[in-house]
């Protein structure tokens, strides 16, 4: 079956753009994250909806952050007025129930995000 | 405040040499905790939690809740064991990473 799809998978800026990235979840995966991981680092924590509900927000570095799931499935995470310390490759994670210990979390290729 | 510690950024063993990746971690609770892994040019996956008490590709890896350590052990490396190995626990609704160690594993 398909996995947690992101897109586009490299993005190039120029600083002061906005951008948007796309992530397309496991079928009927009720829990969706986003994980921002510098080089050298391990993946840092964005955000978290359950659903439509965006439930945990309080890794968004800040509010040129911005991220929805309006119906549920597909999520955008969207960076405005990007600078370079926002170089990284953004991770979406999906996870089938609520997200809780107990539930593995299925991860996308990532998306490299470079902004010049 | 959740810390997960990975002292070793790059470790490598020879083929059938017993391998050990520590990780330390420091949680105000009773953590859930994970060893992640990347291959080369695939994505992040699971590979064993603390929970399931399982042997994962001959991984294991004992939760030791006085030196707050789940390093994870391999008794023989093979060489497609050579990835990042990423330890995490889970928090209420997220994942906290250590900083990956990159195994090598020389034939």
């Known amino acids: 079956g398909a996995g947690v799809s992101q897109s586009p998978r490299y993005k190039v800026a120029k600083r002061g753009q906005d951008v948007a990235l796309r992530c397309d979840p496991i079928s009927g995966h009720v829990s969706l994250f986003w994980y921002q991981q510098a080089l050298g680092q391990g993946p840092e924590f964005l955000t978290y909806f359950q659903n439509e509900a965006q439930l945990d927000k309080s890794g968004l570095p800040s509010d040129r952050f911005f991220a929805e799931r309006p119906e549920g499935s597909v999520s955008t995470l969207k960076i405005q007025r990007t600078q370079q310390e926002d170089s990284a490759v953004y991770l979406c994670?999906?996870?089938?129930?609520?997200?809780?210990?107990?539930?593995?979390?299925?991860f996308g290729p990532g998306t490299r995000l470079t902004v010049l | 405040a959740q810390r997960v510690t990975q002292p070793e950024k790059l470790l490598s063993v020879f083929k059938g040499a017993p391998v050990e990746l520590k990780c330390n971690y420091s949680?105000?609770?009773?953590?859930?905790l994970f060893w992640y892994v990347q291959y080369s040019r695939q994505r992040l996956q699971l590979l064993l939690r603390?929970?399931s008490r399982e042997s994962i590709k001959g991984f294991t890896a004992d939760l030791n809740k006085g030196e707050t350590s789940f390093h994870l052990k391999k008794p023989f490396a093979q060489e497609e064991d050579s990835a990042m190995y990423y330890c995490a626990l889970t928090g209420a609704n997220n994942l906290f990473f250590g900083t990956g160690t990159r195994l090598t594993v020389i034939p």
């Open positions: 603390h929970i």
């Open positions: 994670a999906s996870s089938l129930g609520a997200g809780d210990s107990y539930n593995e979390q299925f």
């Open positions: 949680y105000s609770g009773s953590p859930e």
